[in-house]
């Protein structure tokens, strides 16, 4: 029995509701499908998650058993700015251009960038502003919108990058502090745009998890472990 089993019998018992009950709830005709997700035999899938949640009158994030103030979003390239768009407050015209509506809070614990694109007025993020008009691109665009209260930053690149320019992270982390936020950049000189990539350079890699690991244990997000020290090579 898996761990989202358990919980959501508790959660289900909690409510005082029966299978059945339940079953009715999510719109199934039988009790068979929630019996088979309390004994292990069925896995939830993830776009029946939120509709659970609801239905056992909880968050998505404590059905899965997450605690939301560890929850941490991390992202390389075009995923570093979805992750920067995530982690930044909320500004009009940036959700009339990617959502429909505004999102829920809270924010992330932290944010994590592996070479993550930080500027759209960079000639190497033309594919993703260049076509907006300036206003728009602005909106959007996260070296404008840096302000205090922000999450604590891990920015990491390689100092080879010919793809995306590292100074570009090395500005953000810089300006993150600036604004009286928690960041840190790691440059791993010698790297190219590949630096993260396990099997390109395992050393680089297990150098970058380390640092970043460090970084979630100081600001208090992550739990130390002896693991942290044994890393992956050994």
């Known amino acids: 029995m898996s761990d989202l089993s358990t919980r959501v019998r508790l959660r289900r018992e909690q409510l005082g509701l029966s299978q059945e009950e339940l079953a009715r709830r999510m719109g199934y005709r039988s009790r068979s499908s929630i019996t088979k997700l309390e004994k292990g035999i069925n896995d939830l899938p993830q776009s029946k998650v939120e509709e659970l949640a609801q239905a056992l009158e909880t968050t998505p994030a404590a059905l899965?058993?997450?605690?939301?103030?560890?929850?941490?979003?991390?992202?390389?390239?075009?995923?570093?700015?979805?992750?920067?768009h995530v982690a930044l407050p909320d500004h009009p015209a940036r959700w009339s251009l990617f959502r429909k509506k505004a999102p829920l809070p809270p924010g992330p614990a932290a944010v994590a960038l592996f070479r993550g694109v930080c500027d759209l007025t960079a000639q190497s993020a033309f594919k993703l502003g260049g076509m907006m008009p300036p206003d728009q691109r602005d909106a959007v665009n996260p070296l404008r919108r840096v302000q205090r209260g922000l999450p604590p930053l891990f920015a990491s690149h390689g100092g080879r990058d010919r793809l995306l320019p590292w100074r570009n992270s090395e500005r953000l982390a810089e300006l993150w502090r600036k604004k009286k936020n928690r960041s840190r950049f790691e440059l791993l000189d010698v790297a190219d745009h590949t630096f993260y990539h396990f099997n390109v350079n395992a050393a680089y890699f297990e150098?970058?998890?380390?640092?970043?690991?460090?970084?979630?244990?100081?600001?208090?997000?992550?739990?130390y472990n002896e693991g942290m020290d044994t890393g992956l090579l050994g």
């Open 64 to 84: 899965l058993g997450l605690d939301p103030a560890r929850i941490t979003v991390a992202g390389s390239d075009a995923g570093g700015l979805m992750a920067l």
């Open 207 to 223: 150098q970058l998890l380390n640092s970043w690991s460090a970084f979630m244990v100081e600001q208090g997000i992550w739990e």
